[in-house]
């Protein structure tokens, strides 16, 4: 007979407001084994603690149910009162949830209490079959793994190394820096967006404590929070970095030179042995083992005859190496949607004219194409009317995305005010759905521009046709009026949704961790722990969780810079005792378990046992419980049901079915 | 390849030269047709507006009596509006059990939505009847510069329709280019035509079918391929008095021929003007047709071909240099052996 | 089939006397001419012991389960017990080195009851052995009969029908287990119906009771079955099992196929076992 007490709280009127507690608290108190119910205005705050603590010690209580909030929510609040207040193992603890899952979604009293009831019995029933579990100490290794190398990844690595922790970046193209270095200049503030983002580089480049790895894939990722084993594969680069100088002969002489280049978006040509950008880091240039000649034709060589250092390597291989890391940040980043698939309005493409926001970034850029010259891709005129067309796959969830890529706003009105800026007499329409600017100094900006003559008109393009004297013609209309608008273009610029990058679903598979619906990451808690996600040891930085600006991005790269800091400072952590555990007498080593856990936690190994008062040696299946996150597929596939999860036995579950059947 | 045909209302009206040239094409590309029996109206724009279970039920009653005559058989619906609202019924009854069951109670006959509905584009994409067709055009429009026409029904909405992309389809493109005409790029090739105001509002109608010849023009086409008697009707019809108005304001005349995109092929497998139906065009076509045929053939290299010209060009050109160098080594030698002497 | 009954003698007598292997399990004589038992040949002399004729209707892989530990064991398999013995390497219950398959293509069995062809064998999809060490004998032609009919004249009913099918079915159960004893793929060292659930499960004589039990244990078997037909041939009651099985089979296939049947190799994880990142989550 165990002695349990009831606890619900009124949760002030989320609670109370739908669901009769003291009802409720009455009904608890003709379950079986209660020994005790009350109710709380707030059973979280410091008064509701110290009542649970008070009474648990007056009625020698020994199971305690709360019927509260989402266990999501309190449930380590309510576990840690059991602990360091309380002589009761904390997890000898059950909450109903009358709140997420009760008053919240009903209206009236009549269905919310007796449903409430239903929980709380429920819980009552489970309680009973709880069994104290104990946590145990994992060591942690103190090093961090960032993939990604773009602002965010670059940001949360000089936080932690400066913290005096080693890390490694694992980052996919040949230079870090990602795409900040590409854009011009930055809003509201306009500065040089390169200015600021290339020193961070070189800062990494130069820091005792950052290993940088380009050309970089993390393969394969084993283990669990404070001991992952990575494995990654370092690409061949075909260069040996230890005698190259970065003088740039090769880039100077290598015959192949009409590869369009990445880092221009397309719009000027760069060599087949190459550094993306003057600043890259590593400062050293790459061969394109898709373009070379040498590599592709086996002949050519150019480079390794120029080459002072003889630090070409055709012979070049993958590097692949497995190391441990403490804690991992997802930096991985975004990619813009292709356009030219999905929007054949618009010309899909065919159009030179009609162009990205980030090939206009680098025509306005000094260091790009044009020189900071704006000019027309197909014949090098300056536009002088320009079309912006924003929420391009934004918030088209019949075409696009259906979410806000949050940043076009602001970077569409920076290139109506660099346009008018750059083109005296030139005329800017843009065309908009809404115009959203909720930062510090963004709606100046945007105001800024409209002072400026950006014409801004309320509704999308519909078509753009190219005339035969290379206008476009813009159809769209002004919902604003009703017109129907007709705009003959020079130049088109369509500010396009960030969309995750490719590769993205693998990675996830790889570290273990889920998408969302979008394909970004997904954090633990959309508000209480937006940069962890449900693995633990594994952290969100940037756009890898969503579409963010900058500010955003280098905000949460700091904040999961200081997540991963406060785990690495930490000698051991305390292990989650709420995972499989395998009744080795009833196991039968099938490996049902193996096969079906997500998290490769479970193997089958040889175990000397003794049965029937003898010792045979059996194969049966382990769990690693720094591994087992407790998700209970192991359980659920095993047909003896050897394997239980602890904390959510079979018994307990029964028994609440039980509970709530027979009521 | 059979298809069960519903003709619809314009078959042997306003698209009876549509008609005519696929029966042409069809018979001789090896496409056989099967008659839908006891077709109805397929509800055109009027019957959805009655009410959405009259516009499902028209066009399913149809479905089903071809579904009980030839089963699986695609229904080959040549006119673009009866095209789309074939789909409509198709679609939905495909898409939920049961919408299918209701709509088979609201018709009282089985329908399993089993056959699929095609236009009169589609049976040309097959790669089978394609290589028929392209072995019987014995009469090339040789380099014929054609706009492709789809109109609205034909590729919208997606949800309903099959096309590759509906603001950008390329399939008419394809077929076109069959007969050795040169399809060209344009930008109205989904636009309104105004169809609906034809009769009701024809000053808000015309400018929607000038912009479309004018483009059409712009893009250095010399004809338009439509697949859909509509379309055709309204571009073809309406280009004299368009023209009137344009002479009125001192413009220039929007001078082009509109074909079925069948007329097209009819012609070039041989077909008379009569038998492809062209003699009934509003805009006369036959002269083009003609003058394109006696056009000297442009042959397309393959990139290989290409490549190869490129090589023979380039040793040619080293091959030159080298002489020019010798030459120009032997030369200066003499001269100094010359100036010794 | 006498030549082929000579030849596994031989083999049977190397086998062991050459010390190859502990045992040899094939079929011996029963009392009665047409009855054969299950036969565990641990001496070369006795080898002559060992039958093969066309009433060998047991499937007899099971045994090699007691006597792992012995060292090697040889099977005499025909198709049926040769993807038993992938099943049992699968669900590692044995290592491939622990058996030596002596593969025989097997011809069919006849039914003693009546004189024709063995039900389970009329439905074989498998006559040849899809793992053997050495082949007694020259593959047989493999004719695939369609294995559904049951199947697809149980789906024909009305549900009230079914229900009739299924409760006639479980209504002649004797909970005696003669399915699961008999089955490969039932190797868990505690059956969960042996297991004590008050108010789950009973051991009840009825209907209810007997239909939990069967549907559960098809559910546990579902994407392993081999479908032997064994559960069926060692039902004393006559319960048509194989129409669950193969219902589940074809389902299989229809959901995660292509897939059919299990033990065709030895390697997992089986359809419902499986954790994929990239599967349908529709509930989510």
Known sequence: MSRIGVFVCHCGTNIAGTVDVEAVADAARQMPNVAYAGTNKYMCSAQGQDYIVDIIKEHNLDRVVIASCSPRMHERLFRKVLAEKTDLNPYLLEVANIREQCSWVHKDKQIGTPKAINLVAMAVAKADCDTQLFTHEIPVTKRALIIGGGIAGIQAALDIADAGFPVTIVERKTTIGGKMPMLDKTFPTLDCSACISTPKMSECEAHPLIEIKTLSEVEKVEGYIGNFDVTIREKAKYIDYDKCTGCGMCETKCPQKKIPSEFNQGMSTRTAVYKPFPQAVPSKPTIDADHCRMLTEGKCGVCAKVCPTGAIDYQDVDRVTTERYGAIVLATGYELIDWTRLYGEYGGGRYADVISGLQFERLVNASGPTEGHILRPSDGTEPKTMVIVKCVGSRDPHKGVPYCSRACCMYGAKHAHQFMDKVPGGKCFVFYMDVRTPGKNYDEFYMNTLHEGARYIRGRISKITRRSDGKLVCLGEDTLSGNVVEVDADMVVLETAMVPPEGAKKLAQTVNTQLGPEGFFTEAHPKLRPVETNTGGLYLAGTAQGPKDIPDTVAQAGAAAAKVIGLLCKQSIESNPMVAHVDDSKCSGCGACVDICPYSAVTLVEKTLRENSRKVTRTVAQVNEGLCQGCGACTVACRPGASDLLGFNDEGIMREVEAYATR | ?341 | ?284
């Open chain 2, 1 to 341: 390849m059979r298809y069960a045909n519903f003709p619809g209302c314009s078959a042997s009206t306003t698209g009876k030269a549509y008609t005519e040239s696929f029966s042409y094409v069809a018979r001789h590309a090896g496409i056989e047709i099967d008659e839908v029996p006891d077709w109805n109206c397929c509800g055109a724009s009027a019957g959805r507006l009655q009410s959405d279970d009259l516009g499902d039920a028209l066009p399913a009653r149809s479905l089903a009596n071809a579904e009980a005559a030839f089963g699986d058989e695609p229904v080959l619906a040549l006119c673009a509006g009866c095209y789309s609202n074939l789909r409509r019924a198709l679609v939905h009854a495909r898409e939920s059990e049961d919408r299918r069951r209701q709509i088979e109670a609201l018709i009282g006959q089985p329908y399993e939505a089993k056959a699929d509905v095609v236009c009169g584009i589609d049976p040309f994409l097959e790669p089978e009847v394609a290589q028929t067709v392209k072995a019987r055009v014995t009469q090339p429009l040789n380099g014929l510069k054609v706009a492709c026409y789809y109109g609205c029904a034909l590729v919208r909405p997606r949800a309903l329709t099959t096309f590759d992309d509906e603001e950008d389809p390329q399939s008419m493109e394809a077929v076109v280019k069959l007969t050795g005409a040169e399809p060209v790029e344009w930008g109205s090739k989904t636009e309104c035509c105004g169809a609906s105001h034809h009769v009701s509002n024809p000053t808000a109608m015309k400018p929607l079918v000038e912009r479309i010849l004018a483009d059409a023009i712009d893009a250095g086409a010399e004809a338009i391929a439509t697949a859909c008697p509509l379309c055709n009707m309204n571009l073809d019809m309406r280009e004299a008095e368009i023209n009137k108005a344009r002479a009125a304001r001192g413009e220039a005349p929007l001078d082009i021929p509109v074909y079925f995109f069948a007329q097209l092929l009819a012609s070039a497998m041989g077909a008379s003007d009569a038998e492809a139906g062209i003699t009934r065009n509003f805009v006369p076509g036959s002269s083009l047709l003609a003058e394109a045929k006696t056009r000297e053939v442009v042959v397309e290299l393959t990139p290989e071909q290409k490549k190869a010209a490129r090589i023979a060009a380039a040793k040619k050109q080293a091959a030159a240099r080298k002489a020019a160098q010798a030459a120009a080594a032997a030369a200066p030698a003499q001269g100094k052996e010359e100036a010794h002497e």
């Open chain 3, 1 to 284: 089939m006498a030549d082929v009954q000579d030849t596994i003698r031989e083999r049977a007598a190397a086998l062991l006397s050459s010390g190859e292997v502990s045992a040899v399990i094939g079929w011996g004589a029963g009392r009665f001419d047409d009855v054969r038992f299950p036969l565990v040949v641990k001496r070369a002399e006795d080898a002559g012991k060992l039958v093969f004729d066309a009433s060998c209707v047991q499937m007899t892989a099971k045994r090699l389960l007691e006597h792992t530990g012995e060292g090697k064991v040889a099977l005499v398999a025909r198709g049926c017990e040769s993807r038993a013995v992938n099943r049992f390497i699968a669900d590692h219950q044995l290592t491939r080195d622990q058996v030596y398959v002596i593969g025989v293509p097997c011809p069919g069995m006849v039914d003693p009851a009546t004189g024709e062809t063995l039900k389970r064998c009329a439905e074989c999809q498998v006559r040849n052995p899809v793992v053997h060490d050495e082949l007694v004998g020259d593959p047989v032609p493999e004719p695939k009969p369609y294995r559904f009919a049951e199947v697809d004249r149980v789906e024909a009913m009305s549900r009230e029908e079914r229900r009739a099918f299924f409760d006639e079915m479980y209504g002649k159960c004797i909970r005696c287990y003669a399915c699961r004893n008999a089955c490969p793929c039932c190797t868990c060292r505690e059956c969960f119906v042996e297991q004590d659930k008050v108010g789950w499960q009973g051991k009840a004589f009825n209907v209810n009771e007997a239909r939990y039990y069967g549907m559960i244990r098809a559910f546990h078997t579902g994407d392993r079955c081999i479908e032997c037909g064994e559960c069926e041939r060692a039902c004393p009651m006559g319960l048509p099992l194989m129409v669950i099985m193969h219902q589940q089979v074809r389902d299989i296939d229809k959901l995660f196929g292509p897939y059919e049947g299990g033990g065709l190799t030895d390697s997992g994880p089986d359809p419902l076992r499986t954790y994929k990142t990239d599967d349908i989550e529709e509930f989510m």
